[in-house]
């Protein structure tokens, strides 16, 4: 068990380039999230799927982000149109169901997005 | 609503003081979790504690030990003769069973040597 990975750690675009993150949890785990943190804040809820089922969105999540868990193993988070404002670490975690553990989420490395 | 206040914004204390970090949560739900985790700068945040909130006994884990008390909502956290490597920021946070975290702003830990 490698905990969870993110892909790329880093990402510099430009604006109103599409870009796409990459998230592999921990294998056993069901559910996996995705939250944004912005300098000197707390990290964000965007979204979280339980197996491939997409469950819950945040109103901070616009139209033009979209996120995905096919066959319910890896997700992917793409952002169209990136403005200046999606500047952002985007964090993925992963959990087991809350009942049957007494951890919290574990998260990813995060992935630094810088749009110029 | 759910809110998680950390007032504290940043602290900084001479390597093997003591130092209390602060959390004040807010929630209408009667059976919720907090968690403490911890963001050292290379950045992961990093799992500290998980706490029911049908368990108020403290925790003490090593330097670090946790204070819940349901009456004041907080839940305090403690590290006992502090050492560089804890310098970090550290976030509160809670959540009710099955939904998503609200993590409080963070408290920034210098502890100098």
């Known amino acids: 068990d490698t905990g969870v990975s993110q892909d790329p750690r880093h990402k510099i675009t430009k604006r109103g380039q599409n870009v796409t993150f990459r998230c592999d949890p921990i294998?056993?785990?069901?559910?996996l999230y995705w939250y944004r943190q912005t300098l000197g804040q707390g990290p964000e809820f965007l979204t979280y799927?339980?197996?491939?089922?997409?469950?819950?969105k945040s109103r901070l999540l616009s139209d033009r982000f979209s996120a995905e868990r096919p066959k319910g193993s890896f997700s992917t988070l793409e952002i169209q149109r990136t403005e200046q404002g999606d500047s952002a670490m985007y964090l993925c975690a992963s959990s087991p169901p809350p009942e049957t553990t007494n951890y919290g989420y574990t998260f990813g490395s995060g992935t630094r997005l810088t749009v110029v | 609503a759910q809110k998680v206040t950390q007032a504290q914004t940043e602290i900084s204390v001479v390597e093997k003081e003591d130092v209390t970090l602060d959390c004040v949560y807010e929630t209408r739900d009667t059976t919720y979790y907090l968690f403490w985790y911890k963001q050292p700068p290379s950045g992961e945040l990093v799992f500290l504690i998980r706490?029911?909130?049908?368990?108020?006994q403290n925790e003490i884990s090593g330097r670090y030990s946790w204070n819940f008390q349901k009456s004041t909502s907080s839940f305090n956290f403690t590290i006992t003769a502090s050492q560089v490597v804890d310098s970090a920021v550290y976030f509160c946070a809670l959540s009710a069973p099955h939904r998503k975290y609200i993590f409080g702003t963070g408290t920034r830990l210098k502890v100098l040597a």
């Open positions: 706490r029911n909130s049908f368990d108020e």
């Open positions: 294998s056993e785990h069901n559910r």
């Open positions: 799927f339980q197996n491939e089922a997409q469950l819950e």
